[in-house]
């Protein structure tokens, strides 16, 4: 299959199989291949929780707003989360990147506002999230990017302490009956006419 052909059959998945269990090393590339994913300047920004422990993510999902019975049926939830302590990021930064990566890195810290940093920083999530959905639908996987989420109640229930959660993918196979197939509501995009400009 194409990146075209995965790319027309990805769709946001409104209701999980709930009986289909995602084989292990499925989610084990999934993990790498979310490593692997691309940051400006490889800064690297993030954590990515693996949430499939029942009673974790039934407390996750308690905290999703709309999301919450996505988050119950699927078998995997994603948690992407950005550094947001800068002092402890910096360690990571000092202690495991090359010298050009952290000599670039600690001058824009130096010279650009918290606010903009962290903004900066954010931004290279959604790049994960991108390889993320692409990812998964290249495994055979169906999923569910989530920005309603109550990040302080994640903080709290993963005892996070160093990064926050920005958003979260559900991931696992599609109910038959989900609406939002692609057999039952078709994809519907604006024209290649009206997105794209060719000079």
């Given at each position: ?15 999980y199989?709930?009986?289909r ?23 690297q920004?993030?954590k ?21 019975e ?6 995997l ?7 947001d ?7 990571v ?28 920083l954010?931004?290279q ?16 996987l ?9 990040a302080d109640k ?12 920005l ?7 599609g ?6 197939r ?18």
């Open positions: 299959m194409t990146i075209l052909d995965l790319a027309q059959k990805r769709y946001s998945t409104k209701k199989n709930t009986n269990a995602i084989p292990e090393e499925k989610i084990e590339e999934l993990k790498e291949v979310l490593r692997l994913t691309p940051s400006s300047i490889n800064i920004p993030w990515f929780t693996f949430v499939q422990n029942p009673a974790v993510k039934a407390k996750l999902a308690a905290a999703s707003l709309h999301n919450e996505k988050i119950k049926q699927a078998e939830l994603v948690i992407f989360s950005v550094a302590d800068l002092d402890v990021f910096q360690k930064v000092d202690s495991e990147y090359v010298p050009a990566l952290r000599d670039w890195y600690t001058n824009m810290r130096a010279n650009m506002p918290e606010a903009d940093l962290k903004l900066w954010e931004k999530l959604y790049i994960a999230l991108g390889v993320g959905l692409s990812a998964s639908i290249a495994l055979g169906d999923s569910t990017p989530m920005e309603g989420i109550e994640y903080i709290n229930i993963l005892d996070m302490k160093a990064y926050k959660p958003f979260a993918l559900a991931v696992g196979y109910a038959e009956d989900d609406f939002n692609i057999e039952v509501k078709p994809k519907s995009r604006r024209s290649q006419e009206d997105v794209i400009e060719n000079i």
